[in-house]
């Protein structure tokens, strides 16, 4: 019998005869459209095959709308594949021309047999001459090359940027621990269950090639299908006799993509020492995958159901990104160090709470933070949380970045580890890496609130679709409808760039409701009432002490004094196109007449952002107009025309209002008034109006402007969207939709 013909990619199978993709022994049944695309970019691997090629291909007769049915085509094919068109792994698009396949076909696929047409016509069957692959073997012994010299350069000064897209393997197997219980369970069963789960969680990172998911990833698996479930394995905990003291434990280890059980065994355990039970567990699931397993020095040391139950609270408590929270997540892991002296993980994990807990990154909370790191990787110095966390509290950048990718290839299912590292790329003007780091992540975990959330903001980043960033938002909802992070984020788009201030609040108000009453979230939310004209509602929000909101509510009220003793004590920082301490900074210098002093704090807080510097451009600008005021003009416009042009870069492939409230202050410093005021009316038309209380009434900046005969216009527009989400406000008070109530006036 002759052997089946095939032809091989990046460990998947076409089979020719069958029109079947076969991978890890999983099939998949092509309908013919696909199978024929597939083959034929096969057949010309690295080549373009134009549309016309393929159209030719798929109807040699002709048909209708065949131009639809080959983007269909397509689709299918990648489905079939998880290829993405954003970030393909197979299938580039090559605009208006046709696709090309860029994978890595295997070598024993290589052979003409392999790679004969199927379809009727023999003359589409080439035969290329050996010397034309001869470019392409050089081309990858180059590359081969150069990634192996950048791996040699991490200790250098600068970030080896090249080789961050292989640092999520496509094909890493996935396992995640689901504690299954009882729905019945009463609450010391529950928190049982969960303690167990986190400390098999715990050891199954010691298995190697493998990637180990968070819990709540694994529990949104169940609930959404096994049919959907990206993840191979699956671990299955049944506490069946939660006693004080002796554990009864049914493990079952699922095959996700087969669908079948592997085993399913009981296991017992006491209660003070769950360790051999984690080592236990953990050697099945290895030697049953046939993978290695590496034992830390400090594994045996006895660690008790208690404290996996008391760090399981602590990671949901962290779930909430609330500073609070973390305190009190931070409270509970210290406990988890005198319960288990000997708990890597626990000290990792208590690092991360105290850098939650204190944004500012006071000394002493750094301090504490690098001391419960130190003794964590002491204790297992393969823990790659540890790592990733060591890696925010250095300022080297090179040192850094190779901090975070040792992490990550030691967790590689880490999903925190891999946002960090994306706004550590963001923040180095390396966000196209950044971009792909999230979207490879994704494939590896696509349940993961924190990479649905990264993914969410690398939309904006990438092209400010906030279709689709709203969607990833609303995906991330349905896995976990009370995750505060979520609405926030979500407010945030409604708020800034759709003018949606009603729904923006309702969300925020949601947000606070779900544990996310962070001091952030409140100065936000009031920042919101402000632009509904509530100040009785932001005031209700707005502590007795300087915050950036404080300081828009003295603006608003029009309290000069309370806004310079404010401004004195308030960080200047960027929010968004407008920051309101640098203009508090700015309006203050010209009553008092110390335009010098406002210049050098406003230069200090510009510089010390330079390493995002699109992200403070609000600060620049305000900046800029200073100096012009300040009489160093020359410096001030030079700044002024610098910032513009980097909008304007930045502007490319965005909507056209996407930064035209920067484009107008910019303008306006330069003296072109018509520009800016038709830039601030591309801004009103996109609804970008957040903060236009300011603006059309008391900011310096626009003063001139706002003298233009269609500036009223435009400022009557606003007010008129205003009154309307004021009464949408309203409607949801006296509807109960605001899930918390504040006055109003």
Known sequence: MSSPRTIGFDGWTLYLDLAELERDGHRVRLQDQPFQVLHELLSRPGELVTREQLIARLWPKGVVDFDLGLNSAVRKLRVALQDEADTPRYIQTVPRKGYRFIGAIQESAASSASLVSVAPDPARITKRPLHIYVPILVAALVVISASAWLLTQRSRDTPTPAVTTFLVAPDVPTIAVIANEDPTANTASATA????????ADALTNI????????????????????????????YVRLQSPAHEHLQIQVELIDQRRHEAIWKRGFTAQASDVTPLREQVARHVAASLQLPYRVPPSVNAPVGLAAYEVFARAEELLKTENPKAAEEAALRLFRVTELAPQFARGYALLAEAYLMSDHSRSTAVTERAQRALDRALTLNPRLGEAWIQRARLTSNLAESETLYRRGLELSPGYDLGYALYGKFLTDQRRRGEAIELISRARRLDPYSIILLQSAAVMQIFSSSDLVAHDAVLAEALTIDPHHPPLFKQLAMSKYLWKGEFAEAARLVEAARVHGGNSADTRDFLAKIYLDLDDPAAAAALVAEQPTSAAVELAQYRRDPSRVAEFAAL?????????????????DTAIINGDLAAAVRRLQDAYENWQAAAITNRSVGIVYAHTLVLAGETQRGLELAKSLLLQVEAEGEGRPAEWFSRDRASLLAILGEDDRALEALEISVNGLHIDRWWYLAQMDPLFERVRRLPGFSALDARVRQHRDAQRRELERMRREGMLLSQVGSE
Do not use: C, W
Not at 193 to 200: E, I, K, T
Not at 210 to 233: C, N
Not at 570 to 586: K, L
């Open 208 to 235: 190697e090639t493998i990637a180990v998911l968070k819990s709540a990833s694994a529990q949104s698996l169940q609930r959404q299908g096994r049919e959907q479930a990206r993840t191979r394995y699956l671990v």
């Open 193 to 200: 269950a969960a303690g167990v789960a986190a400390a098999l």
């Open 570 to 586: 308030v960080q200047v920082a960027p929010f968004h196109a407008v920051a309101p301490v640098a203009d508090a900074v700015r």
